[in-house]
Nanobody, 122 residues
Framework: QVQLMESGGGLVQAGGSLRLSCAAS????????MAWYRQGSGLGRELVAI???????HYGDFVEGRFTISRDNDKNTVTLQMNNLKPADTAVYYC????????????????WGQGTRVTVSS
């Protein structure tokens, strides 16, 4: 099993920055992809950014170069640096990972953190 602990949410004014962090712990063989999703009030969950184990990244169209995702494979952590935040970025941000629990299988299982709230005031 994998547990994900998020930190770094909070209240910030438009144009400000926040840094979200997520640490994976538990019993597993390795962590495959790590990602951040978000869910605004009354909206569905959407992908913010994803990073593979080898460092390849992909961002949601709305990011427009404002966010940077990074990871530390040795510490099993992922970080989302968010700059030039907009009120539209207000949401609960969730950490997600695909993890291999055993070396004897290529199967990966998805795990979610409990979410951290980001509020951007205008």
């Amino acid at each position: 099993q994998v547990q994900l602990m998020e930190s770094g949410g909070g209240l910030v004014q438009a144009g400000g920055s926040l840094r979200l962090s997520c640490a994976a712990s538990g019993t597993f063989f390795n962590i495959d992809t790590m990602a951040w999703y978000r869910q605004g009030s009354g909206l569905g969950r959407e992908l913010v950014a994803i990073i593979t184990r080898d460092g390849s990244t992909h961002y949601g169209d709305f990011v427009e170069g404002r966010f940077t995702i990074s990871r530390d494979n040795d510490k099993n952590t992922v970080t989302l640096q968010m700059n030039n935040l907009k009120p539209a970025d207000t949401a609960v941000y969730y950490c997600n990972t695909l993890a291999r629990l055993r070396s004897t299988t290529l199967r990966t299982d998805a795990y979610w953190g409990q979410g951290t709230r980001v509020t951007v005031s205008s």
